[in-house]
């Protein structure tokens, strides 16, 4: 409805501005006419004024005769109209076509066109200049009058085309739906010259009766083409002409002006359509607020799009600490569940391992309570009266065997506390590995023949064979696994053997192990092989005694030496422990022969026989007032094999004994026990040679701890043998 | 007297032929051949107005076109024009004119507004009419007297007015048109004023309004020019004159030039030229002398 009002109000300006238009241009025009005519008056009233007319009343004033003056007053009177008519003229037409000067009698002085109609003069004339229609001649007269010192002296009078007024100023072509005519006041047409009348005269005269400056609807009444169609919707504008008794009368169609849309036929079209524009109206106002609430929730929505962008960004940037804060926590989490696990196992390995010295604590004190009984009850002995000397000397090697075994487990413990706290330091030196088996196997033949063991001694490597390493802790290594042989083994073999399993760019990987026949480990026990102060059978009722420390040894001076170690067990079916060993190859054309001695080298199986064996203290429980001391006294086994010369003795190398020799000469200088096992070596080397039975008896008066007399008989057999040379 | 009078017209006769030798060679061929034609010319009224132009000065540029030959303005006065004309002094004794002296001949016509009198037929060729002319008796507007009504008869328009005059004071300017003897004025009783100051016509007026006299003659032309400029100033009181008719004047020796004037003037006057000449300088004159400017043609 708004839109349509807003048309009807647009059309209704539009058709208003269309008739202040209209009407602006009809008064222009009329203005125009007006001003036309109102040049031709005020041109007469001022040819009035003139002084060619002056000098004549003036000259006439003073008497002079028509005849001889005023003639040429007249004259030049005359000549001033002339020259008017000349001068004005509208597109090369003079607007006056007559000018009459008439005395004040109304006579006429000068007619530049006498041969035209007489103009009358009308009262008034002399009241001030006038401008007057004469349609019956179609002309248009100003008069002026004519006055001397105050004194209406004559008029001037003037007359032009009436056709000129249509002609020039208004358009007088007949059109079919527009037309301007000028009308007089009693409403007859002036057309333009050379054409006729085309309106009726009631017709004019009802056009003359118009309100003026108004547009309405008049009947056309229109003779000639376009009559009929110029009928319907006939408006005419009557518009007065400024000083003259003449109207223009604007006569055109109603479309013309307002175009084929109008007003009235948009009310025609809003009258026919009223629900139509109704339910638009609705529809458009329901569509606007739509819109509009539209446009509110679009604007809210973003609001709250951006609101939550920006609190998404604030949470995003909160996601991403948070997410960092515990991709933080989950790294200390792990940190922690690690240093627990960690924690956890060194708990468990701190427990493990008091638990392993609670035990250790439990079998070392074992361990050196036995020996301490022996001590200590052989010493008790000793102190009774009246015993024999054969006794006396029995209790002493007790004690000396006590003190031994308690000294060999010292330096156990000893060696593995220097190995756990890296201050064992391999020595580096060359060795002949199948002097270092038949050493080990001939300082375990004693005890092995006690128990009916057979002892095997096996090199599988080159002959000759010379490496460059610690033959010490070699030794060790060895010893302490034929120990646990000939511990846990009450029948059949044993067997120490050596290997070079690969050897590159001087360097070779040696593999030792002892093998037996004895009561094995049971799979669930292995696990605790290797580990210090653990021992399969920990119980205090075991049957086999002993530290745990020598596998754990081995283990640790193999993994010193570049190797490692193993074992390969059944229960009660024997065990094979082994380890192996990186050792430089000796380069050829050295010695490889040992500096503190090693065995004759054979080809193929070496038996060795042991030169003696160190009776040792039978696993006993001494109470106190119970003490039993068991001695054995280790002889050659029968079951040692060995190849011999020709002659059955083994010739002696002096070089493996002449230091071996010195070294226990100055063991038994200063009362040294390792004097013992050192002799069990010397004995060894010799087994076999002719000075073998020499050291015997020595033997025994190492092994009864006398050292003295020992020494002194060493020093004879080497004086004998030439030991001392060097 | 007789003796004197046989004398003396000897000696015109003598005089009017050694004037003819003298002047006869300044005829249309001459003045052809010499390519030049020298306009005498006094400054009077607006025949010669004194800045170049004029009525006359006009009419004889275009003869100059019309014969193919420059043209050349040659100022004189109402005293030596014809002596510069003809190279002669004239001299009126009586009905008698003389021509005496030697000058020089400074030009070959004369068109100032010059009035065919008599006299000056004598000495002179005439063209054919070149305006219309009638001597008016003026005086001051406030002078007492009245001027005639004016009838259709002019000598009795002329007789009243010469009565009003009577021996009144009247300005006049011998040798030219408004000399007294030309019109019967000498020898009656008048006061006659001879303008000698200048002679220019122009002043006559003036001189009048100066009161150097009660009345003073004036031609039409110069009438009808001050009847306007002195408007309220100066009233015309009758006719002293027939009319009169002014026209070009030529040497005796130049008839030939003469006609060419004169078919120069009917063809102007034919062709409306005259007429526009006319109404430029002389805008109320036609009113004056109707008949003469209803005439096409000489």
Known sequence: MVLLWNAFRTQEQLKSAADARLIASSLRKATAVGDFVAERRNGVAELAERHEIETYLINKALGMSPRYGLNANLDAVEERFRRLVAQKTVRGEPIYNRIVLFDENGD?????????????????????????????????????????????????????????????????????????????????????????AILDAGYTHSLAALPQNKLVPVDPMVDGPGGDTARRGTLALRTPISGVPLSLVTILAEDQIYGQITSRLFLFSAAAFPLVVLFAAILFDRMRRRTIK???????????????????????????????VERELRDKSAELEAMTADLRASMLRAEEASLAKTRFLATVSHEIRTPMNGVLGMAQRLLAPE?????????????????????????????????EAGKLDLTHSLFDPL????????????????????????????????????????????????????????????????????????????????????????????????????????SSTRRFGGTGLGLSIVRSLAQMMGGEVGV???????????????????????????????????????????AGSLAKAEDSRADAGDVTVATSRGTETENTREKTSGTGVRPLQIDHVVPLVKEIELLLEGRKFRAVGRFQALQARVAGTGVSAELEPIARLVADFRFEDALSGLRRIASAHGWNAG | MKILTVISKVGVAALVICMATLTWAADLKEIKARGEIRHLGIKYANFVT??????????????????????????????????????????????????EGQHPVKGDIIATGFTVLPWREKVVLYSVPTFPSQVLLVARAESAYTPIKGSANLSKDIVETKAILGTKSLLVMERTCLDPANYGLKGKGIDLKAYSKSSNLNEMVP????????????????????????????????????????????????????????????????????????????????????????????
Not at chain 1, 166 to 181: A, G, K
Not at chain 1, 391 to 414: A, C, H, K
Not at chain 2, 68 to 95: A, H, Q
């Open chain 1, 387 to 419: 015993l024999t000397q054969h006794e006396r000397q029995g209790y002493v090697r007790t004690i000396l065997n006590s003190g031994q075994t308690l000294l060999t487990l010292l330096n156990d413990i000893l060696d593995l506390s220097k190995v």
């Open chain 2, 50 to 99: 004194g800045a170049g132009d004029g009525f006359d000065v006009e009419l004889v540029q275009g003869f100059a076109r019309h014969i193919g030959v420059k043209y050349r303005l040659v100022y004189t006065d109402f005293y030596n024009v014809i002596r510069d004309l003809l190279g002669k002094d004239v001299v009126r004794r009586g009905d008698e004119v003389l021509l």
């Open chain 1, 294 to 324: 539209l446009q509110v929730a679009f604007a809210e929505s973003d609001r709250r799009r951006f609101e939550l962008q920006g609190r998404n960004v604030v949470l995003s940037e909160e996601i991403e600490r948070r997410e960092a």
């Open chain 1, 108 to 196: 006429t002085l000068i007619d530049i066109a006498p041969d035209q109609p007489a103009i009358p003069l009308p009262k008034g004339t002399r009241d001030g200049a006038t401008l007057r229609v004469d349609p019956e001649n179609r002309r248009i007269v100003a008069t002026a009058p004519v006055l001397y010192r105050g004194i209406f002296s004559g008029t001037v009078a003037a007359a032009g085309e009436l056709e000129q007024l249509s002609r020039y100023l208004i358009s007088s072509e007949s059109q079919d739906q527009y037309r301007e005519v000028l009308l007089t006041v009693d409403g007859r047409e002036l057309p333009a010259l050379g054409r006729k």
């Open chain 1, 435 to 538: 002097q270092i088996l038949e050493e080990t196997a001939a300082l375990f033949a004693e005890s092995a023949h006690q128990k009916g063991l057979r002892v095997e001694v096996a090199w599988r490597g080159p002959e000759c064979a010379g490496y460059w390493g610690d033959p010490i802790r070699l030794r060790q290594m060895l010893s302490n696994l034929a120990s646990n042989a000939v511990k846990f083994t009450d029948a059949g073999y044993i067997r120490i053997e050596g290997t070079e399993v690969e050897r590159n760019s001087g360097q070779a990987a040696l593999e030792f192990g002892v093998s037996d026949s004895g009561v094995g480990v049971p799979q669930d026990k292995q696990s605790m092989l290797f580990q210090p102060f653990t021992q399969v059978d920990g």
């Open chain 2, 207 to 298: 001189a009048l309004l100066n009161k150097d006299a009660e009345f003073t003659l004036l031609d039409v032309p110069d009438a009808v020019l001050d009847l306007q400029k002195w408007a309220g100033k100066i009233k015309v009181i009758g006719p002293i004159s027939e009319q009169q008719e002014l026209a070009a004047a030529f040497p005796k020796s130049s008839p030939e030039l003469r006609d060419a004037f004169n078919e120069y003037m009917r063809r102007i006057r034919a062709d409306g030229s005259y007429d526009r000449l006319v109404n430029k300088y002389y805008p109320g004159i036609r009113r004056y002398f109707p008949d003469f400017f209803g005439r096409k043609g000489a």
């Open chain 1, 568 to 610: 390969e067990t059944k229960d009660g079916e024997g065990s094979r422990f082994w380890f192996r060993i990186r050792a430089d190859v000796m380069a050829e054309g050295v010695d490889a022969r040992p500096r503190e001695g090693a065995a004759e080298r054979r080809n193929g199986f070496t038996a060795q026989a042991a």
